[in-house]
């Protein structure tokens, strides 16, 4: 056995490929070139050349219009009444200019290339990547003929339409940042100051907690041990679908729990704001504002389900894992004379998301 071994070692090491077994044969597919160059409508009339520049600026001009459209539907249409018509129609308007600003300049674009830049093609030759002294020329001098074959340079009225038009599809993007805050009015000058708007909710002392989305006043004796409840405050449902609706539901929306009194140690919770072993904090997370709506009753942990921020109900809602970088914002309840869950105050600190001016 050991002999066959060494005997088929000694084949492998001994044998060398034979040069006829490797034949150099032709290409059996032939580099057919580049088909013959056929000439465009625009190459041989100059009056149809004339007409496709006249083309091109004239979609870079609507692209402008467009634009401009766009901005002015904003300030035209505003959505501050919270009705849905109006929502609808500023939506409608300003989608409308910014998608005929986007749609024209790359017709445009489209366009002068098809139409008005030149068709030849060219052949480069594959060389090594290496850089070399003549590469910087070559790279200006392709610049250079791209240019001139463009008609870039020389053709003002498609270089300063684009320009335009390019400098204007950005601008409704930026109008559009203006809707990120409401507007201030002379009543309430705070009204457009995001950080004054995040510190106060609709929370207010005898405020009642009411079930969402019934509206319905909650017991004590009604919330059931290892229960969590979505909350709304009562007189939420005194503003309909007027302004703010929306807004101030999502501010004041509140998880309410109840737990076994021995749950809540006194060094880790403020009992004050407790009755009888239930508690009620804010539902909206305080890493990016996603809902924190999943509790587990035998840990009494609370997890938000967009980035696993996970809080502890029995120590004051703090953080014991993921990205959220405070505890959940506590609502201080009690209960008034008929039995039923009220607030004690709003919120002692912002709801939401962290940020810098919290504090």
């Known amino acids: 056995m050991a002999h066959e071994e060494d005997a088929l070692e000694h084949e492998r090491a001994s ?17 057919p070139g580049l088909p013959p160059h056929r000439a465009r409508m625009t190459d041989k009339d100059p009056a149809a050349m004339a007409r496709a520049v006249r083309t091109v600026y004239t979609l870079f001009y609507l692209s402008l219009a467009g634009s401009i459209w766009a901005i002015a539907a904003y300030m035209l249409f505003p959505i501050e009444s919270g009705r849905i018509v109006d929502i609808r129609n500023n939506n409608l308007f300003i989608g409308l200019g910014i998608g005929l600003a986007l749609l024209a300049l790359g017709l445009g674009a489209i366009h002068w290339t098809k139409a008005v ?7 480069e030759a594959r060389h090594a990547t290496r850089g070399r002294d003549t590469t910087r020329e070559g790279a200006v001098q392709a610049f250079r003929d791209a240019n001139e074959e463009s008609g870039f340079g020389r053709r003002t009225a498609i270089r300063g339409s684009l320009i335009a038009a390019l400098a204007a599809s950005i601008l409704p993007g930026i109008t559009l940042f203006r809707g990120l805050a409401p507007h201030s009015t002379d009543a309430n000058p705070e009204l457009g100051d995001p950080v004054a708007l995040l510190k106060q909710t609709m929370w207010k002392e005898g405020e009642r907690l009411a079930h969402d989305p019934s509206g319905e006043p909650i017991r004590a004796a009604d919330v059931t ?4 409840v979505h909350v709304i405050p009562e007189s939420l449902a005194e503003l309909g679908h007027s302004e703010g609706y929306l ?67 029995s120590r004051s809602a703090a953080v014991i894992f993921g990205p959220a970088a405070r505890p959940l914002p506590q609502l201080p309840i009690t209960v008034d004379a008929e039995g039923y869950l009220v607030a004690k105050s709003d919120f002692t600190e912002p709801v939401g998301p962290s940020f810098w001016e919290r504090h």
């Not at 044998?15 to 580099?31: E, I, T």
């Not at 041990?225 to 969590?228: K, R, V």
């Open 225 to 228: 041990l290892g229960s969590a």
């Open 15 to 31: 044998w060398k490929p034979s040069p006829g077994l490797a034949v150099a044969v032709p290409d059996p597919v032939q580099n």
């Open 247 to 313: 807004e101030e539901k999502a501010k004041a929306i509140v998880l309410l729990m109840r737990l076994l009194p021995e749950d809540l140690p006194a060094e880790h919770n403020n009992l004050d704001w407790a009755y009888d072993g239930i508690v009620a904090y804010s539902k909206v997370c305080t890493h990016v504002g996603c809902p924190v709506a999943l509790y587990e009753q035998q840990t009494h942990h609370l997890l938000c389900p967009c980035h696993q921020s996970q809080f502890d109900v």
């Open 117 to 123: 830049m030149s068709d030849k093609e060219f052949i």
